[in-house]
């Protein structure tokens, strides 16, 4: 496990600059920032860990526990409120019986918010990994959840 | 004629015949996020199995985004020598019909076809640009948008790409700054400070590096013009930064975009390295002496980095914390050194200018407030989409002739995202221009427009967006810290129905408390949501606070879910669809819902009314005030 890390790392400079790159890079990798990556990070990047948790735990899109196999994405930006998108995030906290921000029990799902997919002309809208749909109602959702294993 | 000149000229040639004269036709898809979210990929694996399947000869294109998203996905075709014709919301099942049509048979499918891009009539298809939508804008900005392929710069090339950035290389710098104030163009990117003096005063800071930086980190939600921009039209933004980046001086350019908008971020790279490719960057760009290198950084989810000096932060790698000004970034921005930071929209617009010459863009827009602006026109309104109006538009003519009206009965307009203001029917003449917004309580902001309707509760969108601000509050400054997350307990208790007559005045106390006292735009606009809410819809506040009701019935806790007897006719599907077993009754015969045990979960409402059977026989409605 190291020893993959240390590729990522190479590939970026070693200036306190590259640090959301770096950050980007671990988590695009391993899906998440573990104890062990910030310990290393930290050495690579002369910056202490306490810095380096500071500046990650700022930032929305960095996460410090493991993925589950498929995320959802629930659009919370206005278009999306104003359309009843809370009414969606709401079935689903309901549904997997998690809150936002956290993963079910059996790894399947990750629940999580996000201001705006910027696809607000065809609100309400989430997305499964890596694909939006569009339109979305709670009957249609239900539906949804069934083709992700 | 040197290397670019040549590839200037074939580019043309190329985009003229279409196909270097293979009488091919092209089949254009948009593909921005939108139109994939629509299902536009599966539309291009439709049309490419049938092009083989029939032994075909054309080509698939992916284009951005051309506006009217309401009409996603929008497919068009084009045969050499005619008219480029669209076809909209085309499905797995009309798509055979167009092809079979226009692309075997070749006559257009006049009864799908929504409109052509030619200049005389063209069987009985009406002009696209002649489209009630289309009609009253100004395309200056997303002149190219949905129109060329975003991923190949010889198109961009072939309608005058980068011939404002070599007519800049052949001016001075200081001619430049001339040029852009001449124009009279401001800040796209909410504030509307004019651009030429942010330049000035950066030009004539001492330091030998100096920085561009293209914001293009979109955050409000609502707002969805630049990553359009972006994702239809790279090379026009990219063009924009050379131009800034030589008006200012600067050697190194850094678009800061957010790590949400994946397909702008892939389309930027790829102009990017076409652009080096075709000598517009890099060392002594096209032997001007002028050196300019651009580079990514994506943004990892934090609002408050769409302030300048939080976005500085962000890039050097620290927390996205704003820092109080002077100095401003044209003096000391990133690491030290000079930086200027536009929005995509001034980026995007600059090519224009400068291809025109300033007396052209200065006929647009009225005095003071010159040119055009980009909305992302959303929320209850029946078209939907992309827009580019000159500035001095009404709200009326935005909502009523371009955006077709509203869904229901109009409540209100919301321009400037989380930092603007509600604004409600009476201002509906207003023109949408800086200092007219502002005087009204509200921003120009970066170009959201949210129309609410009658079924738009206003306290509870007062909430939701004093919410998000609060969430995403940096923490640094009290006001904006402890006195945001006051005003949303406060929202909070009121959408609950437990709200008291004290808690307006206590709303704009805070409200005002805050814009005068928080450190960065973030916390100086967060309560104008609030503000204008109870400045314009202030008895919609106190019906909720006295007799705890919420006429658009969408505050959960003073609503209920009822059968209409008289209606149903006891199908079940509603008893199937209820997660908590509220509703019961035998097939036939109307339902019973028991209050208790409803969650409000919406399931059965929705399957109600999509049945055409039943059809409405379930309704939300306000509650009985409680004793």
Known sequence: ?149 | MNKLEKRIETAKKKWETLDEGNKEPVIYVGAASCGRAAGALDLIAGINNFINENNIKARVVEVGCIGPCYLEPLVDIRFPGQPRVSYNNVTVKTLPMILKSHLMEGVPHAKLALGHFGTNTFYDIPRFFDLPMLKPQVRIVLRNCGFIDPEDIDQYLALDGYQGFLKALKASPEDVIGVVRQAGLRGRGGAGFPTFKKWTVCRAAPGEKKYLICNADEGDPGAFMNRSLIESDPHAVLEGMLIAGYAIGAQKGIVYIRAEYPLAIERLKTAIHKMKEYGLLGKNIQGSGFSFDIKIKEGAGAFVCGEETALIGSIEGKRGMPRSRPPFPAISGLFGSPTIINNVETLGTLPNILRNGAEWYSKFGKEGNRGTKTFSLVGKIRRPGLIEVQLGTTLREIIFEIGGGVQKTFKAIQTGGPSGGCLSEEFLDLPVDYESLASAGSIMGSGGLIIMDEDTCIVDVAKYFLDFTQKESCGKCVPCRVGTRHMVEILDRITHGEGNPEDLLALRTLGDTIKKGALCGLGQTAPNPVLTTLRYFRNEYLEHIKDQRCRATVCKDLIEYRVIKEKCTGCQSCVRACPTGAISGPRSEPHNLDVSKCIKCRSCYEICRFDAIAGDAIVIRTAEKRS
């Open chain 1, 1 to 149: 496990m190291p020893k993959k890390i240390d590729a990522i790392l190479t590939q970026y400079g070693r200036k306190q600059d590259e640090l959301i790159p770096v950050l980007q890079g671990v988590q695009k990798e391993y899906g998440y920032i573990s104890p062990d990556s910030v310990s290393m990070i930290s050495r690579y990047l002369r910056i202490s860990e306490n810095q380096i948790f500071g500046v990650s735990s700022f930032y929305a899109q960095f996460r410090f526990t493991e993925p589950g196999r498929h995320s959802i994405k629930v659009c919370l930006g206005t278009a999306c409120h104003v359309q009843g998108g809370a009414t969606l995030l709401d079935m689903l906290e309901r549904g997997l019986a998690v809150e936002c921000g956290e993963t079910t029990p059996d790894k399947r799902f990750d629940l999580e918010r996000v201001a705006c997919l910027g696809c607000c002309a065809l609100s309400p809208v989430v997305q499964m990994d890596q694909d939006i749909y569009s339109r979305m109602t709670v009957n249609k959702l239900t539906e949804l959840l069934k083709i992700y294993e």
